[in-house]
C-alpha cells in the first residue's frame, strides 16, 4: 500500500487484502478535514424515519437542514405523502440566542392542527444541542394536548457518526411498538425492518413474503405506517435487512417482547433466495410454507437466467468499485456482481463494523482495496490505481465515477428505480451492462490510452 499516498491518520482504515495483516479500526468519527462521504446523526435519522408516510416530520433547526433532508429516499407510498413535505422551525440569529421552545410548541400546533398526522417525529439539530431547548419536554405538552404520540429525536449532527442517528431513529419507534392491538395477527407473520420501499422494493418483497402464506404486519420503515408500526410487536419474526439501520430495534423487540430476528438481504439471486428460504425454515412446522418458497425461487430465477447469461458475456472479467453506506450491502453486491462475471476490485462503507470488515476481507480475491469511511481523494486514487470500470455507489459517488471516465451505478437510497428482489436484480444487470459497455467511454483520454495500449478492451 505505500504506493497509495493516504492520511497518516486513515492508514489502520483502508487495507489491501493480502498486502498486509487484516485489522480494521472502524466506527469512528470522521477525520477533520478528510470531506468523509458519511453523513451526520441528523441525516441518519432522517433516512430511516422519512418513509413513515402518514407521519410529521418537523426539523428543529435552521432552514439548511430540512433542505439537506427534503424528499431524502426514492421511498414511495401506496397512500399518504405527508412525509415528502419538508417542515421546519427554520431557528434564526434571534431564536439561538433566547432559545427555540416557543417556536417548536407553535410550529407542532399548527402543523398537527392542519394536516392531523398519526404520529409526530421532531429532529433535534446541531444548534439545538448548543443552545439546550429542552425538544422532549415540549414534545410531551404538544402529545398531551393534541392526543397523537410526539415524539423527540435526539439526533444533534455533531454527537457521532451516522450510525448514532439510526439509533436516534430506532430509540423514537421504540416508543411506538406495543401501543396497538395484535388481535387477528396470524402465528405465520413477521415484521420487514431496514427495507426502505426504494422504488417499490418493499412492495416486490412483500408480495414474495405473502404468495409463501407468510403475514407481513410491518414494514420499518417503507411505505410505513404509525399504526402498522404500533402493532408490530404481535408479530412472530423479525426480519432486519439493513444491518445497521434497524438492529438496534430488533434487539430492543427481542428483549422487551421475545420476538427473535434474523439478517436477510434482497439484493441479488443467492440473497433473495436465502431471505426467502430462512424465513419459511423458522417456520417450519409449517411444511406448506417452505413448498411454496421453493415454488416461487425456481420460477423466480427462471424467468430471469437466460438475459443474465447473455449480459454476462459481455461483461465477463470487468472490474467493479463498490462504496455504499451498508457494509451488509457491499456483501450482496460482491456476490451480484460475481453472477455478471465481474470482479470486485473496490469495496467499501460508511457505516460497517469490525466483523462487517472481516466477512468482506473473507469475500473478496487478493489485491482488493476495503476501506471504511472514505473521501473522494481515497476513492479516486483506487479506481485509477485498480483500473475500475464500474463505480456502485450514491450521489456523492457519481461525481467521482464521472470524473474518471467509467460507469457508475446508483444503488443509494435516493435512486427511484427498485433492484431489489428477483426483478431487480434483471434491472441491476442491465443498468451495470448498458453503463459499463457505453461507447462513450473510448473517448475518455485515460481510457482511449488504455485501450490503444491493449490493457482494456472496448
Known amino acids: 500500500m505505500a504506493s497509495i499516498p493516504i492520511l497518516e491518520e ?16 472502524c466506527g469512528k468519527h470522521s477525520l477533520a478535514g478528510s470531506v468523509s462521504q458519511r453523513a451526520c446523526v441528523f441525516c441518519g435519522s432522517r433516512v430511516v424515519l422519512y418513509p413513515i408516510a402518514d407521519a410529521l416530520h418537523l426539523i428543529h433547526g435552521p ?8 424528499d431524502i429516499r426514492g421511498a414511495l407510498s401506496s397512500g399518504p405523502e405527508l412525509h415528502r413535505m419538508s417542515f421546519s422551525t427554520d431557528l434564526r440569529e434571534r431564536d439561538v440566542i433566547f432559545g427555540g421552545e416557543k417556536k417548536l410548541a407553535a410550529a407542532l ?17 446541531c444548534i439545538v444541542g448548543i443552545i439546550g431547548d429542552d425538544v422532549a419536554a415540549v414534545c410531551r405538552q404538544v402529545e398531551k394536548a393534541k392526543g397523537i404520540p410526539v415524539l423527540p429525536v435526539h439526533s444533534e449532527g455533531f454527537k457521532g457518526t451516522k450510525k448514532d442517528g439510526y439509533k436516534a431513529a430506532c430509540d ?13 395477527i396470524a402465528p405465520v407473520s413477521i415484521n420487514i425492518l431496514g427495507e426502505f420501499n426504494i422504488g417499490g422494493e418493499a412492495w416486490l418483497i412483500k408480495k414474495y413474503y405473502e404468495e409463501m402464506g407468510v403475514e407481513v404486519v410491518s414494514i420499518m420503515t417503507g411505505d410505513g405506517r404509525v399504526d402498522e408500526i404500533r402493532r408490530s410487536h404481535g408479530a412472530a419474526l423479525n426480519v432486519v435487512q439493513c ?3 434497524l ?24 440473497d433473495m433466495a436465502t431471505a426467502l428460504y430462512d424465513v419459511a425454515a423458522h417456520f417450519n412446522d409449517h411444511a406448506e410454507v417452505m413448498a411454496r418458497t421453493r415454488a416461487i425461487v425456481r420460477r423466480e430465477v427462471g424467468a430471469i437466467m437466460p438475459e443474465l447469461e447473455r449480459i454476462r458475456k459481455d461483461l465477463d472479467g470487468k472490474r467493479a468499485a463498490v462504496y455504499v453506506g451498508g457494509a451488509f450491502k457491499a456483501f450482496s453486491l460482491i456476490k451480484a456482481l460475481r453472477h455478471l462475471g465481474m470482479r470486485v476490485v473496490l469495496v467499501g462503507s460508511q457505516t460497517g463494523n469490525a466483523s462487517d470488515y472481516a466477512t468482506l476481507q473473507d469475500m473478496c480475491e487478493d489485491g482488493t482495496v476495503i476501506l471504511d469511511d472514505a473521501n473522494p481523494l481515497e476513492l479516486s486514487k483506487y479506481i485509477i490505481e485498480k483500473r475500475a470500470d464500474l463505480f456502485i455507489g450514491g450521489v456523492k459517488e457519481r461525481p467521482i465515477a464521472f470524473k474518471m471516465g467509467i460507469g457508475f451505478c446508483d ?3 435516493e435512486r427511484k428505480m ?32 488504455a485501450m490503444a495500449a491493449g490493457e482494456e478492451t472496448p
Open 247 to 270: 438492529t438496534f430495534l430488533a434487539e430492543m423487540m427481542e428483549e422487551t417482547y421475545g420476538i427473535p430476528y434474523i439478517r436477510a438481504s434482497y439484493f441479488g439471486i443467492e
Open 63 to 70: 432552514i439548511g437542514c430540512a433542505a439537506y433532508t427534503w
Open 411 to 413: 444503488h443509494n437510497h
Open 109 to 125: 400546533d399548527e402543523l398537527i392542527d392542519q394536516y392531523k398526522p398519526k404520529a409526530a417525529f421532531v429532529y433535534s439539530t
Open 418 to 449: 427498485p433492484l431489489a428482489g428477483f426483478a431487480g436484480m434483471l434491472q441491476f444487470a442491465r443498468e451495470v451492462h448498458t453503463s459499463v459497455t457505453s461507447p462513450v467511454w473510448q473517448f475518455v483520454p485515460a481510457r482511449a490510452a
Open 172 to 184: 423514537a419507534m421504540a416508543k411506538l411498538v406495543g401501543t396497538g392491538a395484535t388481535d387477528k
Open 243 to 245: 444491518s445497521g439501520a
Open 10 to 25: 486513515r492508514q489502520a482504515q483502508i487495507h489491501q487484502k493480502g498486502s498486509q495483516p487484516f485489522e480494521m479500526d
